[in-house]
Each structure stands twice: as structure tokens, then as C-alpha cells.
């Protein structure tokens, strides 16, 4: 079936994105792309975003990754969350701020927009002002008997971002959680519009600054397609080695974070410690600890400081010399395997659905890794680790794996890091371009398209955590609110991603 659908997409216009295609489709071809995706599970959708004049799907069928689109005039399209859930909160965000309505929606909810900006549709060709008091929020019903709700958020008792959970229990079960998030949008795109790239790459990079390199990597991806570059082979393994550290330092904080709300603090006290000899590093090498606005379009800012290689070098043996014992001790007691064995479990069904990638996906036995498939420079093609479990446990095990394999990554980057520039001037010329990185969240897509004088004409930044937060509802459902802690930091999707 893909391949009928790849046949029925290229009767479009190609608009020259770079590498993976753009095809404009008229209103008939779109409807046609929708019910063929409702034909083919095997179809993943990627991403879905708008500018004012089209709406964009970026779709993965079989090896081949394109964008379709369609033009709005009227600002309507058809919607694809009928066939596709995971388009609910794309379609909620594209009327927000483009005002373009998904006919036959699923969920026609605000989303991003909590009724307080000035204006409404501020990406839309014509925004209007807002002219209605905030409304009340509206969640979704939940019929029977001894059913109550429980507010939680969005302000928190920790130092982590604002978001709004609405519990439906019955008893201890949670039968339906509602996460309600756009508490901190910052109006993201809009900013990096008519910008140079050189200046929107930093709005890019701080997009979810606990993904700052893997943000700013697929940014510059997109802008290197854009204008046909080919970034110096020394940039991209520098790039590489950021991203296997950001990698590395953002897996010891999650492993141990779910293992602290297990009540077993040791194992998170022993893994920030480790995180932090990881960021001192960072810091010692590239001169920031997270590493940020060192990518950019063309290549890198700056090259790996001298004592670098020594500092990666000693924090690398650090964590890998204490793995096996963190192992050991996580898998040896029983009482974190009663609380985490069979917990928050996400069908493999619903990752494939959802298309989530990263260790969510991996955990339920989807293996997509943008790494390798389709792949990019400098890294080598292999298959991923997956487990099929789905629960708490399985995605805990599996960061434990990326760890490992971020270390062995690292220390061949620096073993092998070839001579040469670090950066390619930008031409000054227009072009379309999309990028893909791994984080460590999953798959990073940027979409950007550049006018002739180079600046941002269009762009869409999409962090894995727009394809994560349905799991989240959908993995608590059945367990008891206790558990919420450990089901949603073992997902960890980002507030600040999706909040554009």
C-alpha cells in the first residue's frame, strides 16, 4: 500500500525541498493522501504544521521520508486525525496560530491558545483581536459510577515547567488523564520569522534547551538542504560528539529520576553525579555545559578546547566504569521491579500509531533511530536496541543501553575526529529544506524555508514530545495515581517543545 501512496503523492507539484521532497496536492489529492493513510498502518505521521496559505504533513512510508501540503483559501482541509490520533494536537496548534480549521477534527479544543493572547490566529495572514473572555477549560467526559477528577497543576511542587493534568479516578485507577500544556508559549516561530539563519538557529537551539544540540543540529540540517551545503567533515563529528554527550548527560538524569520517584534515592544521587562529571566536561570542551549555540548553520562555532579529549575522556571511564553496578543494584532489588515491572505499559500498537521514536518507541518495539534510518553523517548505519514490554521498566533498561552505546559512540568521535574547517559561509540565496536528528527524546524535525535575501520565510521547529504526550494518557490509564510520577518521567516529554 505505501507504494500506491507514494504513486498517488507524486502526482503533486514538487516544491524542491531538500533531501526529502515537498508535494503540493489540490483539495481532492489530500483527501485522497488521508484515506490512503487510514489504509496503511505501516504509514507514519511525522509531523503536521501550517504557514498562511498551506497546510504541511511530513509522513514516513516505508524508507522514504516527504512532506505533502495542500493550499487553505478558505482556511479549511481535511483533517487527518481520523485516521491518524496522533494529528489531534497538530491540528488544535495549526488553528491557534494559523486559524485554519482540520474539517471532520477529532478535537476542535483550543490548544496552545488559553483564550489570553491579544490576538487570535497571530500566524494567520489577517490575525484578529481577541474579543471573548478566557473561556473555561474543557475536558473530555468520563461516565461512571464513583468517578471523581483530580486537578494537578500547572504550577508544581519541583523546579520543572507548568502544565495542567486532569485525573478521572475510580477508587486508586486512573481511568482517563488530560494534560493540558501551552502554559509557556513563547510565540517561537513567529520569532525566528524574517530572521537571518545564523539568528534564528538560536531560537532553535532553545527550543527545549535540555535538547539544545540535537535542536540546533536539525535546524542547521534544514538550512544546509536548503542551500545545498555540505557542512566540513570535522563540524559534523563535533556535532556528533555533542549529541552523544547531551545524549548521555539527559539519560543518567531520567534513569535516575525514575528510580528516586521508586523511593530509591541512591541510584539518583549516584547518577547526578555522574551527570554533572558529563556537563563539567561539556563545559571544559566546547566551553557550556549544555553545549549551547555551538551548532550552527554551516558547521560549529567553536573546535574542541585542549583539554577537551582529556575531559570527555576521564567523565566516559567515570560513567562507564559505574554502569554494571548501577545495573546490578536497579535489577537486584525487588522492590524496584514491583513498582516498575508491568507499570504504564504503551502497546506497540499505539508507538506505531503515534509514531513515537526514541526510547518510548524502542521500548514497545518500534526501532526507528534517525541515525539510521534514514541516517545522516557521521554516523553508521545499525540497528537499534529495542525491547517489546512497553512498561516502566523496559524504557529504564533501554536508557541504560543508549548510555552505554553514547559512550562508545563518543569515544570513536574522538578517536577519529578528522582535520580540517569547522564552517561554510552561508550563501545568500533562497531554498526549502528539512532536517532530522536523533535526541534523546526521540527524532528532532525542522522545516524551514528560506526567501531569496535568506531569511526564515517559513519554518516549523517539532520535538519528539508532540508524538510522546498522548502516550502518556494513554499508558496511566488502568494504573493507580501513585504510579503517575514514574509513568510520566519515564516518558519525560518536554512542556517547552510543544508549547510553541
Not at 511530513?58 to 490520533?85: D, M, N, Q
Not at 567523565?315 to 514491583?338: Q, T
Request: net charge negative; with cysteine.
Amino acid at each position: 500500500m505505501s507504494e500506491a501512496l507514494l504513486r498517488l503523492v507524486r502526482h503533486g507539484q514538487e516544491q524542491g525541498c531538500r533531501p526529502h521532497q515537498r508535494y503540493l496536492l489540490d483539495r481532492g489529492q489530500w483527501a485522497a493522501l488521508a484515506a490512503a493513510i487510514g489504509e496503511d498502518e505501516g504509514v507514519a505521521l511525522l509531523g503536521l504544521w501550517a504557514d498562511p496559505a498551506q497546510v504541511h504533513a511530513a509522513l514516513l512510508a516505508e524508507e522514504t521520508i516527504f512532506t505533502a501540503s495542500c493550499a487553505v483559501p478558505e482556511g479549511r482541509y481535511a483533517a487527518l486525525s481520523p485516521v491518524r490520533p496522533g494529528a489531534v494536537r497538530f491540528e488544535r496548534m495549526i488553528r491557534d496560530l494559523w486559524g485554519h480549521v482540520a474539517e471532520g477534527g477529532l478535537d476542535q479544543r483550543p490548544w496552545l491558545d488559553h483564550g489570553r493572547w491579544p490576538l487570535t490566529g497571530p500566524l494567520s495572514a489577517r490575525p484578529a483581536p481577541h474579543s471573548m473572555l478566557p473561556p473555561q477549560p474543557v475536558f473530555l467526559p468520563v461516565e461512571g459510577e464513583g468517578i471523581h477528577q483530580i486537578p494537578v497543576g500547572p504550577v508544581h511542587a519541583g523546579v520543572i515547567e507548568p502544565g495542567h493534568f486532569r485525573f478521572h479516578v475510580q477508587g486508586e485507577a486512573v481511568v482517563r488523564l488530560e494534560a493540558r500544556l501551552g502554559y509557556v508559549h513563547k510565540g517561537h516561530i513567529g520569532l525566528m520569522l524574517g530572521k537571518p539563519a545564523q539568528v534564528a538557529a538560536r531560537l532553535a537551539a532553545r527550543l527545549s534547551g535540555d535538547s539544545t544540540v540535537a535542536h540546533g543540529w536539525a535546524f542547521a540540517q534544514a538550512v544546509e538542504a536548503a542551500l545545498g551545503l555540505e557542512p566540513p567533515p570535522r563540524a559534523l563529528a563535533l556535532r556528533a560528539l555533542m549529541a552523544e554527550l547531551e545524549r548521555l548527560h539527559n539519560h543518567l538524569n531520567d534513569w535516575g529520576a525514575i528510580c528516586n520517584d521508586a523511593g530509591f534515592a541512591w541510584l539518583h544521587a549516584r547518577a547526578g553525579a555522574l551527570r554533572e562529571a558529563v556537563l563539567r566536561a561539556a563545559a571544559t570542551a566546547f566551553g557550556h555545559r549544555l553545549m549551547m549555540d555551538r551548532v550552527v548553520p554551516g558547521g560549529v562555532t567553536d573546535d574542541l578546547m585542549p583539554a577537551g579529549s582529556a575531559a570527555i575522556g576521564a567523565a566516559l571511564d567515570a560513567v562507564e566504569a559505574e554502569l554494571p553496578r548501577l545495573g546490578a543494584v536497579y535489577g537486584s532489588h525487588a522492590s524496584l521491579a514491583d513498582r516498575l515491572v508491568g507499570t504504564g505499559v504503551i502497546a506497540p500498537s499505539l508507538v506505531r500509531l503515534f509514531a513515537a521514536g526514541g526510547v518510548v518507541g524502542r521500548a514497545s518495539g518500534r526501532g526507528f533511530d534517525v541515525r539510521h534510518r534514514p541516517g545522516y553523517p557521521p554516523y553508521v548505519p545499525s540497528e537499534p536496541g529495542m525491547l517489546e514490554a512497553g512498561d516502566v521498566d523496559a524504557r529504564t533498561r533501554l536508557r541504560m543501553t543508549e548510555m552505554e552505546g553514547a559512550i562508545r559512540l563518543a569515544r570513536g568521535l574522538i578517536e577519529a575526529l578528522p582535520p580540517g574547517e569547522l564552517t561554510l559561509p552561508l550563501p545568500q540565496r533562497g531554498g526549502e529544506g528539512l532536517g532530522m536528528v536523533e535526541g534523546f527524546r526521540g527524532d528532532c524535525l525542522h522545516w524551514v524555508a528560506l526567501d531569496e535575501a535568506g531569511l526564515v520565510r517559513a519554518v516549523f521547529p517539532r520535538d519528539p514530545s508532540w508524538l510522546l504526550w498522548p502516550l502518556l494518557e494513554a499508558a496511566i490509564e488502568g494504573n493507580i495515581l501513585a504510579d503517575f510520577p514514574l509513568i510520566n518521567k519515564s516518558i519525560n516529554a518536554s512542556y517547552s517543545g510543544v508549547d510553541l
